[in-house]
């Protein structure tokens, strides 16, 4: 069996024991297979074993694979640095956006989600671990802008994402991902009850099963699935 195949399986086999070591399902988990800077065939063999969610950091990479597999019928993620001029590509081609890290992102992609698609789901990326390196809210203006972002037309705010710096042990893994889980959780105390948020996206290959322990509903694997990246660093 090819590859990639071969690496999905290892990898469902990964998330079903991490769900189960945490009293959870698998299907509460979503695998997203991020498939920055593959190619459309390597995503092909992706989705003939059942794989239907993809998460993308370039958008003209994305937006040339998206346009390719449209008879897919993919879902497709964005999960890369958003800047406030490249919004429009974003709201016009994707299902989520993973990386929403101020107000002014989140009000251009709801005034720009074209009206005959359905709502934009977004996450707020979080700098759960305070690094001067990574966008993201912090967690206080998160929670400050929080009722804001859940108000507004054309986009449901799904959740939080994300990127903690590498740690090797997975018990100190676990302590950003639980951080994240409970600022959700003190955000869902602001939301009204048709606004709650149900989405922890976090873990990639080297942490998704502290991720999952601590909660995780979409971890985000490239490197485990493709192989390693050979030129881009991110
Ligand atoms: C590249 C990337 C991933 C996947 O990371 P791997 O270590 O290759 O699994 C996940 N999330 C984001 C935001 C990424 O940029």
């Known amino acids: 069996m090819p590859t990639i195949k071969n690496n999905i399986s290892s990898i469902q086999r990964r998330l079903q024991h991490a769900a189960s070591d945490a009293g959870r399902t698998p299907d509460e988990v979503l695998l997203l297979a991020v498939s920055k800077t593959r190619t459309s065939a390597q995503i092909n063999e992706a989705l003939e074993v059942g794989i239907r969610s993809f998460g993308e950091n370039y958008l003209q990479e994305a937006v040339e694979k998206i346009g390719a597999l449209s008879a897919a019928n993919l879902d497709w993620h964005f999960i890369g640095p958003l800047q406030s001029n490249k919004t429009r590509t974003a709201a016009e081609n994707f299902a989520w956006v993973h990386s929403v890290d101020r107000l002014k992102i989140a009000q251009r ?126």
């Open 109 to 234: 992609l709801s005034a720009q989600r074209p009206e005959h698609l359905a709502p934009l789901n977004l996450c707020l990326q979080i700098n759960i671990d305070n690094e001067p390196s990574k966008s993201g809210f912090s967690p206080q203006q998160a929670l400050e802008a929080a009722v804001e972002i859940a108000d507004l037309p054309n986009i449901v705010l799904r959740g939080l994402m994300a990127i903690p710096r590498a740690r090797a042990e997975r018990a100190e893994q676990r302590i950003p991902f639980a951080h994240l889980r409970t600022l959700k959780d003190q955000m869902n105390e602001l939301l009204d009850n048709s606004r709650k948020l149900d989405t922890l996206s976090m873990g990639m290959s080297g942490d998704m099963e502290a991720a999952i322990l601590e909660g995780a509903t979409i971890v985000r694997v490239g490197t485990d699935i493709f192989g390693s990246r050979e030129k881009q660093s991110t």
